[in-house]
């Protein structure tokens, strides 16, 4: 009989507690419990609720021990890039602030006025996106910063408040642009540059250690399992990519939840020219990879567009309707920096198209559609990119996540970038962050038997592309992006 895991996965817009055991050389995944994140604007700034975070824990703990196990293994991932300042008495000063937040908008061209892009790109191999941690910290108030005796990641913090250790774990640590890919540790002259010092981040560690066992306070106060926490790949992405069961050396995958995560799995970094100029990302993976891909702006943009129809339709009613309109009625560069965190989605669609001269999307059908097929097109765009950044063609396309149970865009995507595509796990995370405790207990011997137990544990749906549908349409979105085709402002 397999121990008792438990993945506790949180996006920005959900988190929930996934409960696993091997059984028959399979992974059977059962969920436990799932609450909604979000942020919530407090003095003037989008903030995450970490204490409701930590409370929706402890109910999903209980629900564990409630259904019988009273002894449990537990990783914890989540998104990247925001951080819990914490101060001398080990309780945190504020809340964290979202990565969506506005403080950092003209951050990124600051710092970067005084340390050139070049430099910061081949110390650290990461993609520039004007939230990342280096650029949130350079926004901190510097007398905060001085009081801060530890900077934890957000699934660090979780780890923390847990068991009361604390720890920098890599695969999300790399995600902060701070890290040197040669030293393998934090950057001296990044961190002088935001007036960190190396001391208040918490010791480095790989993906699969054990950070200790749940306080005893709080089996007391809840009433949970007697739990041991491992320090999985905390980024959620990083779990994403080991969760998906790619076959050979060239598959790309495409990690769908709120962002669209593209890109491939490789061995060294590359921080080429050419990936340098493309923007793409080397994200410290478990096990010696890393994971080379960009942020596409995903399903954050229907998620919106759902909110703002007052959710009285839901993610598969929004696909169908989109099936009933027609694809590629406009041209939309979806990383716009429009859509990052607009008051409302659709409004901002709609203006972009109307700048744009373009035929404004109307109905939800219409405006899902827009999203879908303009998505589509990026992933194509970006697959034809991967290929000529490595020198070679992507084989196929893995998709996982919450957007690999939308067939339409699985269709479209297989068609514009003319390559097979294998959709599922939708859970991909939760099982990424469970493989690496399954290792790191002995119960799998690797990653690479890990896909291959995934591989046989999932319905995998494929994708084949269909010949001569849309003709040059991607080869037209291409000079659209490079501006070729004039839009008028
Ligand atoms: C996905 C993700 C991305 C990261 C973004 C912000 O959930 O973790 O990998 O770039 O969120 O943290």
């Not at 994140?37 to 409630?66: M, P, R, S, Y």
């Not at 990641?153 to 040669?182: F, K």
């Not at 957007?403 to 699985?410: I, T, Y």
Request: proline share 3%; charged share 20%; aromatic share 10%.
């Amino acid at each position: 009989m397999s121990k008792t895991y438990v993945a506790v996965d949180i996006g920005a817009s959900s988190g929930r507690l996934m409960l696993s055991q091997i059984k028959d050389g399979k992974i059977d995944l059962q969920e436990v419990h799932r609450f909604n994140n979000g942020f919530k604007k407090a003095d003037g700034h989008d903030c995450w609720q970490i204490d409701q975070i930590l409370k929706e824990i402890f109910t999903g703990l209980k629900k564990v021990k409630q259904l019988g196990f009273n002894e449990i293994v537990l990783g914890i991932d989540t998104w990247a890039v925001d951080y819990v300042l914490v101060g001398m008495d080990g309780q945190k000063i504020q809340n964290p602030i979202s990565y969506r937040d506005a403080r950092t908008k003209d951050a990124l061209e600051k710092l970067t006025t005084d340390v050139p892009k070049s430099l910061i790109y081949k110390k650290t191999g990461i993609q520039f996106l004007n939230f990342n941690t280096l650029y949130q910290l350079y926004t901190e108030n510097k007398d905060e910063l001085k009081k801060t005796d530890k900077i934890m990641m957000i699934p660090d913090y979780i780890g923390y408040v847990l068991t009361g250790n604390a720890v920098t774990e890599v695969t999300n640590a790399s995600t902060t642009q701070m890290l040197n890919l040669r030293e393998g540790l934090f950057d001296k002259d990044l961190l002088k540059k935001v007036h960190v010092d190396q001391n208040q981040f918490p010791r480095l560690v790989e993906s699969g250690t054990i950070l200790g066992n749940i306080r005893h306070a709080w089996h007391v106060k809840y009433d949970i399992p007697e739990t041991e926490v491992i320090t999985v790949a905390t980024h959620d992405t990083a779990s994403a990519v080991l969760g998906t069961p790619g076959i050979g050396d060239h598959w790309a995958f495409l990690s769908s939840g709120t962002w669209s995560l593209l890109g491939t799995e490789l061995n060294v970094p590359e921080i080429g020219d050419l990936a340098f100029e493309s923007n793409y990302t080397n994200e410290w993976g478990a096990y010696g990879t890393y994971r080379f891909l960009k942020n596409i702006m995903g399903l954050w943009m229907i998620q919106n567009v759902k909110h703002n129809l007052n959710d009285q339709y839901s993610f598969a009613q929004l696909a169908e309707l989109a099936g009933q309109a027609k694809p590629f009625e406009q041209f939309i560069d979806v990383n716009d920096e429009s859509f990052i965190n607009p008051e409302n989605m659709i409004e901002a669609i709609q203006t972009y198209c109307q700048k744009t001269s373009q035929v404004v999307p109307q109905t939800p059908g219409e405006i899902a559609m827009a999203i879908y097929s303009n998505l589509a097109l990026y992933y194509a765009n970006e697959l034809e990119n991967l290929n000529n950044i490595l020198g070679y063609k992507l084989e196929a396309l893995n998709i996982v996540g919450g957007g690999s149970n939308v067939k339409l865009l699985n269709q479209l995507t297989s068609t514009l970038a003319d390559i097979p595509i294998f959709a599922g796990p939708s859970e991909a995370t939760a099982i990424g962050n469970l493989v690496v405790q399954m290792i790191t207990e002995n119960e799998i011997n690797n990653i690479a038997d890990a896909r291959e137990i995934i591989r046989n544990s999932y319905q995998i749906n494929e994708f084949h592309p269909e010949t001569n549908k849309y003709g040059d349409i991607l080869k037209d979105y291409q000079d659209f992006l490079r501006g070729k085709i004039k839009v008028s402002e």
